[in-house]
Every structure is written in C-alpha cells, then in structure tokens.
C-alpha cells in the first residue's frame, strides 16, 4: 500500500532544483535551502549529509532527537537516517553536500578504517567547528563545487571522490577530540563484532527481532553474541534491537497515514495487542496516544 514507510528522499528526489548541482543520482552541492522540500514530519534520507552553518541557525529532528545547528556548526547525517526540519531563522545561510550510499561505497573501499568516525557521528550528529575547520570545510565545498560543475571533464566523477575522500578524512580529524579516547584506538575483536552485529540490525529489524536470528548470521551462540554486546555498549542484544523497531514506529505514527495495525504488520508482530503492548512498555503511552501527542 502507498502508506506503508516512512517518506524517502534521495538524491534523485531533487534532482529538477535548480540551485543544486549533480553528479548522476550520486552527489549533491548547494548552499540554497530555500527550494529544498523541507517537512516538519519525519522522512528517511537515503544519502549521507554534510552541512556547515555559516550564519542564523536552525533546528532539526534526526532519528527523532531534537538538535539546534548555530553558525560554526557541522551537522552529518548517515543514509537511512530518519530528518525533519523543525525551525530555520530567517539569517541561516550554509553549505551543503548530499552524497549517495553507492558513491560512498566507491569511493571509501576501506570502511573499516572510518568506523569510528561513523559510530561516532551517528550518535552525534552536530558538531562544533573552529574558525579554522570551518574555513577548511568552505574551501573543500568551493573546490568541489568548481570541480562538479567542469561536465566537459570526462574524470569529475573520479576527481570528486578523491576530493570528498580528503574531506572524510579531515572531518574525522576535526571530530576526533570530541571522541572519547576509546573510540580513537583500534578496534579490538570484541567491538568489530559488535560493529558487525549492529550492521546486520540495521538491516534486519524489521522482519526479526530475536537474539537467536542475529547470532545465527554472525554464526555465534545467543549466549555469547549478548555476553559481547553487553560488555562492549552497556545494553543487551535485545535493547540494541528494540532501540531500532521503536524509532521505526515513533517515526511511521508520526510521519504515516498508516493505521496501527498496518503498522503492526509492516513491523511483523503477530498481531495489533502484542505491538500495543511492545510499544507501551518502551514509550510509556500506547501508539494511538503517542500519534494523537
């Protein structure tokens, strides 16, 4: 049925704007927001994000926490990411790349390197920036944009990862003394399999939410899949996976014209009562009250 996720937007959901330039359906860069569709209800954005604040500041819902981006501010967000504009100041001005999940495949063949920085930046999405990092982040934007626009280069694919892939690397630098020193290290196995876990939760939450699946994929036993997450986050195997399903159902209450039931069949419970149920425990208030607040 048409209601039956969250609203998605990707690159190619803005492709006809104007003040925007492309590469393909793979890369965004503007500093005009005043175009953009922006929507008070949630909508999951299928690119990563990277905007600076130069000037006013605004406000924003990422996965349903609230953050006020002033000027000097980073903001990142992760595809899949659920975003919603929640207040701009009539001052804001800001510059922005939207970068699409296959561009960052490509371009980052070595992921493993910025898991840290990703863990980090999705738990953190505003970071504070320096005079100097911000003018850093305005040079890259410029460059890249003067790179972007070159369409008679036949390599501007090939010369925009490499300068997107420089641009990572030095946002990691600028995050990392915000980064607790433990996050900096190696990993060590115990985390790289809690990293592991997590990626398959992403991905899976929706259709299972039993410890028992998520250790058969990782080929562990439930004992120790949840002794090691546990140890390494603070939560158990099971809060990691109700932590996902509940953002999912706040968002589709607050974002859909998605009965409870639907909802409840979208989330694969067995029936309406059990997700009630589900849903009361962790919110406090049943779906039907969470939708009407």
Not at 10 to 32: H, M, P, Q, T, Y
Not at 84 to 111: E, H, K
Request: net charge negative; with cysteine; charged share 25%.
């Amino acid at each position: 049925m048409e209601n039956e996720a969250i609203p998605q937007m990707d690159i190619s959901s803005v492709r006809e704007l104007r003040k925007i330039d492309f590469i393909d359906n793979d890369f965004a860069i503007f500093d005009d927001v005043s175009d953009l569709p922006m929507d008070e209800y949630p909508n999951r954005i299928n690119a990563a994000v990277v905007a600076v604040c130069l000037t006013g500041s605004c406000k924003l819902g990422v996965n349903l926490k609230e953050y006020e981006l002033s000027a000097g501010a980073l903001l990142m967000t992760l595809p899949d990411q659920i975003i919603q504009s929640l207040g701009i100041s009539d001052d804001f001005s800001g510059i922005f790349i939207a970068v699409s999940p296959q561009f960052i495949d490509r371009t980052f063949t070595q992921m493993k390197e910025l898991l840290s920085f990703m863990f980090y930046i999705k738990e953190n999405p505003c970071v504070p920036l320096d005079k100097t990092e911000q003018d850093c982040m305005v040079e890259y934007h410029s460059f890249l944009w003067k790179k972007v626009r070159m369409k008679d280069n036949i390599f501007r694919k090939e010369i925009a990862k490499g300068i997107l892939s420089a641009m990572f690397y030095d946002l990691y630098n600028f995050c990392r003394k915000h980064m607790p020193v433990d996050e900096i290290r190696p990993k060590t196995r115990k985390e790289e399999l809690f990293e592991k876990f997590m990626r398959e939760v992403s991905v899976n939450y929706k259709m299972d939410r039993s410890v028992t699946f998520y250790a058969n994929k990782l080929c562990l036993t439930p004992k120790h899949l949840s002794g090691v997450v546990k140890e390494v986050s603070g939560k158990t195997a099971g809060e990691w996976i109700d932590n996902f399903v509940i953002l999912e159902a706040r968002a589709l209450l607050k974002s859909s014209e998605m009965s409870v039931q639907e909802i409840a069949e979208y989330l694969h419970f067995a029936n309406q009562s059990f997700f009630g149920k589900y849903f009361k425990h962790y919110v406090g208030m049943s779906p039907k009250e969470y939708r009407r607040s």
